[in-house]
């Protein structure tokens, strides 16, 4: 069965250390989205891509980056981590404008 | 972002009828999506409504009135299973197939 994967599930860093968390889909769907979530926030849109080579920003990008080298993948990456994203990130892919389909999800801890 | 409203908490008894309404700006709307998310999971994908009117789907219905910027979703013959948090999620025109979510609505279904 097709299915969406995230990893690791639980991370804890260090103020200042890059991170990347993993997101893989078997769906082949064109679209992924990265989101945080936080209480009191719900769910924010980090950075999504339509495509191989595509990335776009979302409402709160600042700190994070992501790459798109295939179809499967979309890691995303913390610059230089920070307290403030102590947070729980999920991966969602969807095929056109349809259901959005959602990983696991990661439980970030920065100290 | 556009705003989003849904309450914050609902306690209902089971057996009983739960009502959880979602209001949003209708200025780019495209359309909304409901998903259930219980504590520690992914969310997952209960329904969407892009044209007004009723969509029934077993149990659990979804209401859309855009004019009025106004959704609900209903649960009928409430189960002790069904105590989660409901996200309302709106893609709006100009944001391609990215989700816009409210701050969820956390249902406690109790004895």
């Known amino acids: 069965d097709a299915e969406i994967t995230q990893s690791p599930r639980h991370k804890i860093t260090e103020t200042g250390r890059q991170v990347t968390l993993a997101c893989h889909q078997t769906?082949?769907?064109?679209?992924m989205f990265w989101y945080r979530q936080d209480l009191g926030h719900g769910l924010r849109l980090i950075h999504y891509s339509y495509g191989v080579q595509d990335t776009n920003k979302g409402e709160v990008s600042d700190g994070y980056s992501v790459s798109r080298s295939n179809t499967e993948d979309l890691p995303l990456t913390l610059e230089s981590a920070a307290s403030s994203q102590t947070s729980v990130y999920f991966c969602a892919s969807t095929e056109g404008g349809g259901t959005q389909y959602f990983g696991p999800g990661t439980r970030l801890t920065v100290l | 972002g556009q705003n989003i409203d849904q309450p914050t908490e609902m306690t209902a008894t089971e057996g009983a009828i739960v009502q959880i309404n979602c209001t949003y700006q209708t200025s780019g709307f495209n359309g909304l999506f409901w998903y259930q998310q219980h504590a520690g999971e992914a969310p997952t994908f209960l329904s969407y409504n892009v044209l007004d009117g009723l969509e029934e789907k077993g149990r659990f219905s979804s209401f859309l009135s855009r004019s009025k910027g106004y959704s609900y979703l209903l649960l009928k013959e409430l189960q002790m299973k069904d105590s989660a948090s409901y996200l309302c999620a709106v893609n709006w025109r100009n944001s391609g197939y990215a989700l816009n979510f409210g701050k969820g609505t956390s249902l406690l279904v109790t004895p």
């Open positions: 769906w082949n769907h064109n679209n």
